[in-house]
């Protein structure tokens, strides 16, 4: 009929559809775990900041719901134990914002070294993170607030043995300052580097980003701000 006259018959060419053969990518499961605001080109960017393995039969790499403890925290994030939010009162703003530039530098250099407890600072990267003229007016600010915290205790309560202590403790105790370069160590207390670098279940904690608070001139607004994002 003509009908079965117009049906052709079909050659499959068996290399051809080898090569056809659309492939398939086996996509293995990243070791890290990262929050939500952290893109993968940040993560490529700071491999320094990447977080101990977590075990992928347990785990999803990518799930933000994933222990504290094993969280990446983005270099733009501000990220403190609450503890510590608590205790910054006494401080003027410009010591307010050292702590907070810090906040979101030390916690890769703590990863490479965990004993580390003093850090360096480039006051030009200071000034340009908070929209400060840099000049001899910032520097004698930054140097004076140096000496300044020295100076400036808060206290927590730490348990231990059954009994609940009061800890009184210097935000930092020694400053150095290179005016030539600009360049300034800050040797922070231990509690300090702890408060800023450990967060999980035990040690509860508030993260936003530092351009959240950059623009703000007083201390009263950053801990008003803290405290509606806590």
């Not at 925290?73 to 907070?100: A, D, G, T």
């Not at 004993?115 to 480039?122: G, I, R």
């Not at 030539?180 to 922070?188: A, C, K």
């Amino acid at each position: 009929s003509k009908e079965s006259s117009s049906i052709q018959p079909i050659i499959v060419d068996e290399k051809s559809e080898k090569k056809t053969k659309p492939k398939t990518k086996t996509i293995k499961k990243s070791k890290i775990t990262v929050l939500p605001n952290l893109t993968p080109h940040e993560v490529n960017e700071a491999p320094d900041l990447v977080s101990k393995p977590l075990d992928p039969k347990k785990e999803s790499a990518l799930d933000p719901l994933a222990p504290i403890e094993h969280r990446l925290y983005s270099p733009k994030l501000v990220v403190q134990q609450n503890k510590l939010l608590e205790s910054f009162k006494e401080l003027n703003i410009y010591e307010r914002r050292l702590l907070l530039y810090l906040s979101t530098t030390i916690r890769a250099e703590v990863r490479k070294n965990p004993a580390q407890d003093t850090f360096l600072v480039h006051v030009r990267d200071f000034a340009r993170a908070f929209g400060l003229e840099k000049g001899n007016h910032l520097n004698s600010f930054m140097r004076q607030s140096g000496k300044s915290m020295q100076t400036k205790t808060f206290t927590y309560q730490h348990e231990e043995d059954g009994f609940l202590d009061d800890v009184d403790v210097n935000f930092a105790f020694r400053f150095r300052y290179r005016p030539r370069t600009d360049q300034m160590w800050v040797t922070l207390a231990s509690e300090v580097v702890h408060m800023l670098t450990v967060f999980d279940a035990d040690h509860p904690f508030t993260y936003y980003e530092l351009g959240d608070v950059v623009n703000m001139k007083n201390q009263n607004s950053i801990n008003l701000f803290e405290h509606l994002v806590r």
